[in-house]
């Protein structure tokens, strides 16, 4: 049960993983690309990590796809057009080189020995048991995994705290970064509704486009 | 209760349904059943109500003609919209165009099964589902985009920027809102929310409370694109925004993800500030949850009845003050709509957090809650805070002089050039 | 029920963080490698996840550790988009163009 639905979820993710590689259009792919970070949230669930998949959702469709979908809209045509891969022998080049690490990393994987003391990765075929509570070693493991908001929680603001202020420092400087970098010119106010202009120029842009992509339709 | 393993995710579904597999039968039926049948048949009365109340309020009558009172008017729009031949422009990118209201429609519908609408009536109860809530709702914005970029055409396209500007500004000041349950209910989890708030009382009664409560409302009205943020889809400046070019039934989701998400939003409201289906005061001295665990059948729906009744009261007068302010003000414009959200929600939200910390010291964590000197405290910390921010909102509205959009002022800058 | 081995999902990982690479070598779009570096991180994650869940876990460490790299991951991931979004809008005003071909003035 859990393997087959393991072998949909993991097919159609590296389906869509190749849709966002290789189609043409870049909208169809960012929606590949969303359909792919359904599915990585999917195998998160499958590793019982609830909570890392509900911030893969919040996170990566809700904003990263979001982002990368203005992106797209405010840096080309709206029309896909076909130079968005490399030439055919590039194409050639980049796949084998794919293939190949890929041939490695598989051979790495099944054939990895385990380091001192540890099982080698072929073996290990089941994961500790958290339902019952015959599995003593992992019982702090099985709590987290029953209530990882709280356990994600304690951990950042105790364990983890100079890489959670570390993060902040990054989240901010980021933020300050891109704001500072895709303002456009002319006059320009330090205050910080900055964002929301560029937020607005992106519309204003949009319907540039809009406009030539109906006067190039109509042609 | 078994709380420990009792969110319904696949390996713990796969596991159960070893023991007898007539849950999984059940879970569809039930499904089946609520989602296809219950929720859209409230939509339907959703609309036909607030066709009723806004006719009201600019002093008609309303639709009277289909049955009693209009009252099968919804069914006669339905099979409209279903008869109505379902168009796709021709330049359309036809697939995108046809799953992106299905995927608005999914965002709504998905939110729901979190929302405890009585004791045990949480189709599914994950820890954190709170985060889960958050993160479905935010799918909407995509399917928006999608269908303003899929139609091929600028007003879609012009309604589907604006309306996923709105939606990524006005989450930050929605999620901000919802902070301080999470810190008072010390849970993700909309049951335990439900819980505490029967042994706490209403979260709402507290002053960050109902400053959480009306920032929430505010973004929430933001968050399903209706009056007075309503740009999206404003029927004088771009047509129909991003559902435009859609017709038919394919329409008629749209319209069904708009009334779902205005119902699903009013249970989120209803059921982290408003106790879900209890009473302001306490009906008995202990926990609802321990009423209901383990009982009958028969228990479970005596017990349920009055909450889910309560519950859907509730609902309904959240639903009727969105119609009520949908009736009454106007809409506002691009600069005023962002300026809101960044410069008076964001600031306030974050103010509030802080707010509620202060009251989770006083009252929630202390073996004897202490009421008095909280509301002494985070009141007047309330007040002053929002005339503040206040202050400095319309102080820097004042600063900036009116322009309609920064694209006009581009253009005119250029036209100045040359 | 049998559980799933802990190579799958390596293997599926592995598989994803090749197709990744191989959009980042064959695409030329700016914003299209960056959606090919989001599937390598993404198939990263899966890796730390799935040795988190898999491994027995050593008494004193965090009983979530790779959900935390994960999270931590995402959350330079994020901030990537973001400068990245930037980076590339202003590249585009500057030479009207998204190929990183055309990103090329410091070539001599």
């Known amino acids: 049960m859990n393997q087959i639905l393991f072998g949909v979820i993991a097919t159609m993710g590296v389906l869509s993983a190749l849709g966002t590689v290789l189609a043409r259009n870049l909208v169809h792919a960012g929606l590949f690309l969303v359909a792919f ?70 051979f790495g994987i099944t054939h990895e020995e385990g380091r001192s003391g540890r099982p080698a990765w072929n073996s290990v075929t089941t994961r500790p048991a958290i339902y019952p509570a015959s599995a003593r070693k992992s019982e702090s493991q099985a709590a987290a995994i029953n209530n990882m908001g709280l356990a994600v ?67 | 209760m078994n709380v420990a393993c009792d969110w319904a995710f696949p390996l713990v579904w796969a596991q159960q349904s070893e023991l007898d597999s007539i849950p999984w039968l059940k879970w569809i039926i039930v499904l089946a059943v609520v989602f296809f049948g219950i929720f859209p048949g409230i939509v339907a009365y959703t609309v036909w109500g607030e066709r009723k109340v806004a006719a009201r309020f600019q002093d008609r009558i309303g639709p009277n003609r289909v049955g009693p009172l209009g009252l099968l008017q919804p069914i006669a729009d339905a099979i409209k919209l279903i008869t109505k031949e379902d168009l796709v422009p021709r330049s359309a990118d036809r697939w995108v165009h046809l799953i992106a209201p299905v995927l ?49 055409n600028k007003y879609s396209l012009l309604g589907a920027m604006r309306a996923v500007a709105q939606l990524v500004s006005y989450e930050v000041p929605q999620v901000l809102s919802i902070v301080p349950i999470i810190l008072w209910a010390g849970s993700l989890s909309m049951v335990t ?84 289906g209890t009473l302001p005061w306490p009906l008995t001295g202990e926990p609802v949850v321990t009423l209901g665990g383990g009982e009958t059948l028969f228990a479970m729906l005596l017990l349920n009845l009055p909450l889910i009744g309560i519950f859907m009261a509730k609902v309904s007068l959240y639903i009727f003050l969105m119609f009520w302010i949908r009736a009454t003000l106007p809409r506002l414009r691009v600069d005023q709509l962002m300026a809101f959200a960044w410069k008076f929600m964001v600031p306030l939200c974050i103010i509030n957090i802080f707010i509620s910390a202060v009251w989770y010291e006083c009252v929630i964590r202390p073996s004897k809650p202490n009421y008095l000197l909280g509301w002494g405290v985070t009141l007047p910390l309330v007040v002053v805070s929002i005339i503040g921010v206040l202050a400095l909102y319309r102080s820097s509205m004042k600063a900036e002089p009116v322009e309609l959009t920064t694209g006009s002022r581009r253009r005119s800058v250029v036209r100045s050039v040359s | 029920m049998n559980d799933i081995p802990l190579t799958w999902f390596l293997i599926f990982a592995a598989a994803c963080f090749v197709i990744g690479l191989m959009g980042v070598l064959v695409r030329r779009n700016a914003i299209a490698v960056l959606m090919a570096i989001e599937i390598m991180l993404n198939a990263a994650n899966i890796n730390l996840v799935a040795f988190w869940r898999y491994g027995t876990p050593v008494e004193g460490d965090s009983p979530i550790s790779g959900v935390m790299f994960a999270i931590f991951v995402i959350t330079v991931a994020a901030a990537e988009v973001a400068v990245g979004i930037g980076l590339i809008l202003l590249c585009y005003r500057r030479w009207h163009a998204a190929d990183v071909d055309r990103f090329d003035s410091l070539s001599g």
């Not at chain 1, 893969?56 to 057009?81: C, E, P, S, W």
């Not at chain 2, 189709?123 to 269908?147: E, H, K, Q, R």
């Open chain 1, 37 to 106: 970070f359904f599915l990585i949230a999917c195998q998160f669930v499958m590793l019982e990590a609830e909570f890392l998949a509900a911030v893969q959702v919040l996170v990566y469709i809700g904003a990263v796809a979001i982002i990368l979908m203005f992106g797209i809209m405010l840096t080309r045509n709206i029309q896909g057009d076909d130079t968005t891969t490399v030439s055919r022998a590039g194409f050639i080049a980049g796949g084998l080189a794919a293939v190949g690490l890929l041939t490695v990393l598989i």
């Open chain 1, 153 to 219: 929680g304690e951990d950042l603001l105790t364990r983890y705290i100079v890489a959670f202020e570390a993060a902040g420092i990054l989240l901010t400087a980021a933020l300050v970064g891109a704001i500072a970098l895709a303002i456009q010119e002319g006059p320009v106010s330090d205050d910080p509704s900055d964002r929301v202009k560029s937020k607005q120029n992106a519309e204003s842009l949009a319907a540039d486009e809009a406009e030539s992509l109906l006067t190039s339709s109509r042609a």
């Open chain 2, 193 to 276: 929310i439900f819980d505490k708030q029967v042994l706490y009382g209403w979260f709402l009664f507290s002053p960050p409370g109902m400053l959480a409560f009306v920032t929430l409302t505010i973004a929430n009205i933001a968050e399903v694109n209706r009056t007075p943020f309503d740009l999206p889809e404003a029927e004088s400046e771009i047509i129909a925004g991003y559902h435009t070019e859609y017709s038919g039934m394919r329409f008629g989701l749209f319209f069904l993800a708009e009334y779902l998400s205005v119902f699903a939003v009013s249970c989120l409201g209803t059921a982290i500030f408003l106790g879900g």
């Open chain 2, 104 to 152: 608005i429609l999914v965002s709504a519908f998905l939110v729901l099964p979190v929302i405890p609408f009585g004791v045990g009536l949480a189709a599914v109860n994950p820890p954190s589902g709170l985060i889960y809530l958050i993160a479905v709702s935010s799918l909407s914005a995509l399917g928006i985009f999608l269908a303003g970029w899929s139609s091929r």
